[in-house]
């Protein structure tokens, strides 16, 4: 069954590097999201992305943050300069359509900010 | 966006059935019900979902009554590697921008 892959798995970055987070969607999917989860909370949605455009963000989602569909195959979050409360885990997702469609995730990239 | 409640954990022992409910007094007309799992240090993975009345899966069954104001996750003979989080969410993707908001979740544990 195809999958969403995410790289790398984990990643320890000096507070106010810039860090860059890569996941490859499954290939037929046209959706792509990301979502992060800071250890012991929720799920928290990010942002949206589709026809090389984003379609919604959160208030998360600020000035330091944005993705990039860099070629057919790639999808990437990059915070400028990260910060501390940025430790968490980052998990991208990706769905054929938005209506009532499942979305698939990867296992997602831990993100250490020290 | 309808609200969800569920409970907040649920023991269980292997081979036993499991029934996690949840809530949604607000659903809307369109809306649809949809369960994922998360295992701890992986992705929420995609269960199930349904309309109405009841669906099945190789993984589950989805039981949603008629005025689906609840509907109730069921997990047949569970075993050790069942233990996970269970989110129930409920709504209209194209209403949400395709987002997914998770509550808290099932924490669901098995035991031997």
């Known amino acids: 069954e195809p999958e969403v892959t995410q790289t790398p798995s984990h990643q320890v970055t000096q507070m106010g590097q810039e860090v860059i987070l890569r996941c490859v969607p499954i290939?037929?999917?046209?959706?792509f999201y990301w979502y992060r989860q800071i250890l012991g909370q929720k799920v928290e949605f990010l942002v949206s992305?589709?026809?090389?455009?984003?379609?919604?963000k959160s208030e998360i989602f600020d000035d330091q943050f944005s993705v990039e569909r860099p070629d057919g195959s790639n999808f990437t979050l990059k915070i400028r300069s990260t910060k501390l409360e940025d430790s968490a885990m980052y998990f991208c997702a990706s769905s054929v359509v938005t209506v009532n469609q499942p979305q698939h995730f990867g296992d997602g990239t831990r993100l250490s900010i020290l | 966006l309808a609200k969800t409640t569920q409970p907040i954990s649920m023991d269980s022992y292997e081979g036993q059935e499991v029934n996690i409910t949840c809530s949604h007094n607000n659903i809307a007309t369109n809306d649809y019900i949809t369960w994922y799992q998360q295992f701890p240090s992986q992705g929420p993975r995609f269960i199930i979902q349904g309309y109405k009345t009841k669906v099945t899966n190789e993984v589950a069954s989805l039981f949603i009554p008629a005025d689906r104001k609840s509907s109730t996750l069921s997990l047949p003979r569970v075993s050790l590697s069942d233990t996970a989080v269970y989110y129930c969410l409920v709504g209209a993707q194209e209403d949400q921008g395709g987002k997914l908001i998770f509550g808290q979740g099932t924490e669901l544990s098995v035991k031997p």
């Open positions: 992305f589709y026809n090389n455009e984003i379609s919604e």
């Open positions: 290939s037929n999917h046209l959706y």
